[in-house]
Structure formats: structure tokens, C-alpha cells
């Protein structure tokens, strides 16, 4: 529980709270206080989301026991500022109602999970403001990654960011705080050879290094020399490029543009 002393200057109070439906030790929920004795509570709170997920800002009167499921929503990678009840506190939240689904061989759902991560606030009273993209696509650091990937069988090349990736063969592309992702990927095709008609370019981004959930996207005929495929991504932590064939090739160059905390 966060309860901090409200300062005198009109920036309000201020706090960091650390969250996620994460693999490992996951964090749902943080109350923080509204106003002590002698001050006035705010009116209106500001959050920069770094998750990869939305969070929830509902009003409380005491931690764990949020008067709505759901008042108002802070979408992922994003900064935004939301009014509040200045009778009571807020709690922080990522929705334990929603969940994001994987299925694979025989069908069992396995819950999506999201890298937990520090998520900055201040309570205020100097009103609202549009939400904002945390990382913008031409203020990020982009990384590149020339490789060549030539198979004859299930290879794939992952590109991560952060801490050490579990996986097999990977390239770091960024190390930097808490909160370090990638938002945006693109790859320059550079050779395409004995590329039929069933094969398929497969791109799989993870959003939470401690567990396997992941999105996936397919690209089919015809990939050509020149050809340019890029995906904006929620954040996430690792990308990993594959065949779905014995025997296409692929040479290309993967252009990763990296979000992080001090943009």
C-alpha cells in the first residue's frame, strides 16, 4: 500500500508502483491514498502506463476494495491523465476479469501473461490531458540485426531486449531499465530462394520473458527480394522469426525500433 505524505507544492503526490500479470510473482493491484490531514485530495491522477496491458484507476476507500471493477482505463505504453473521486483513494489495477487466451494442439487455453513493470503516478489537481504514446516511433532507438536464415528445419532467430532471454539462440538487441521493450518491428528482405507455395514467414512476439504466451503473425507467397514487412507491437520483450518450411532460405536485416524508460 502506497501512503505517502502530500507535499505543499502543486504538483501533488507522487509514487511508483510496480505491476503486472507477470509468469513470475505477478502484481495486481496498488492502492495509494488521496489527500492527509490538513490538505485538500486531488481531483485528477496521471499514469504512465509502461505495461504492455491496460490498468484500471477506480476509486477506493481502502486497498483491495475498488467500488467498480472498472472506472477508467490507461491503455498500454501509453501516458494519460484521468480524473478521480477526490473522496476517496484510487487503486491501480490490472484487470483480473480479462484474459487473453493461447490455444495450440489440442486446444487448452493457456492465460497470456505480461512482464511486470514499474509504473510511475502523480496525484493532481491542474486537469486533464490527452493520452500520449509513451514511445513514439521517431523518438525511439532503433537496433538492427543482419542475419541470415537458411533452413532445413524448425531454426529460428530471436531478437530480445532486457535481461537474459530463456530461450535458444538469441541476439540482445538493447539492455536499458525496467520497462525496455520493443513497439515497433520491420524486416528488409534481401534474398528470398526456393520459396513455394505452402511456405510461410512466421513471427512470434513475446510479451513476458518468464513464460511462452506469445502473438503470431504468417506471411505466405510471394516474399521477394526488396520486400518489407513491419509490425507495431504492444511492447513486448523478445521476437522470434522462423519458416514454416524444409527447405525456403531467407537473408534479410531486422530493424527493431526499442522503447525505454528516459525517452
Known amino acids: 500500500m502506497s501512503l505517502r505524505p502530500r507535499n505543499q507544492q502543486p504538483a501533488g503526490t507522487g509514487g511508483i508502483a510496480r505491476l503486472g500479470y507477470s509468469f513470475l510473482d505477478p502484481e495486481l493491484t496498488e492502492f495509494i491514498a488521496n489527500g492527509t490531514p490538513g490538505f485538500s485530495a486531488d481531483s485528477f491522477i496521471t499514469v504512465e502506463n509502461r505495461l ?19 472506472y477508467y ?11 478521480i473521486d477526490p473522496q476517496r483513494g484510487v487503486i491501480l489495477s490490472v484487470n483480473p476479469d480479462i484474459f487473453l ?6 486446444g487448452i487455453a493457456t492465460n497470456r501473461t505480461f512482464e511486470k513493470r514499474t509504473v510511475p503516478y502523480r496525484l493532481h489537481s491542474n486537469g486533464a490531458a490527452p493520452s500520449e504514446p509513451l514511445y513514439p516511433l521517431d523518438t525511439c532507438m532503433v537496433a538492427s540485426d543482419d542475419f541470415g536464415l537458411v533452413f532445413s528445419g524448425p531454426t529460428t532467430r530471436t531478437a530480445f531486449v532486457g535481461s537474459a532471454w530463456p530461450g535458444g539462440a538469441t541476439a540482445q538487441m538493447a539492455t536499458g531499465p525496467d520497462g525496455i521493450c520493443i513497439v515497433y518491428v520491420a524486416y528488409a528482405i534481401e534474398i528470398a530462394g526456393s520459396w513455394g507455395n505452402t511456405d510461410l514467414l512466421q513471427v512470434a512476439a513475446y510479451p513476458d520473458p518468464a513464460g511462452s504466451q506469445h502473438y503470431t503473425w504468417c506471411f505466405g507467397v510471394p516474399l521477394v527480394a526488396g520486400q518489407m514487412i513491419g509490425l507495431a507491437l504492444p511492447g513486448v520483450v523478445a521476437v522470434t522469426v522462423s519458416i514454416a518450411s524444409a527447405t525456403a532460405s531467407v537473408s534479410a536485416t531486422g530493424m527493431y525500433w526499442i522503447g525505454s524508460p528516459g525517452l
Open 52 to 70: 504492455g496491458q491496460p490498468l484500471n484507476v477506480s476509486p477506493a476507500f481502502s486497498d483491495g476494495s475498488p467500488d467498480y471493477s472498472s
Open 101 to 106: 487466451n493461447d490455444r495450440s494442439g489440442v
Open 73 to 83: 482505463t490507461v491503455p498500454p505504453i501509453t501516458r494519460s491523465t484521468v480524473p
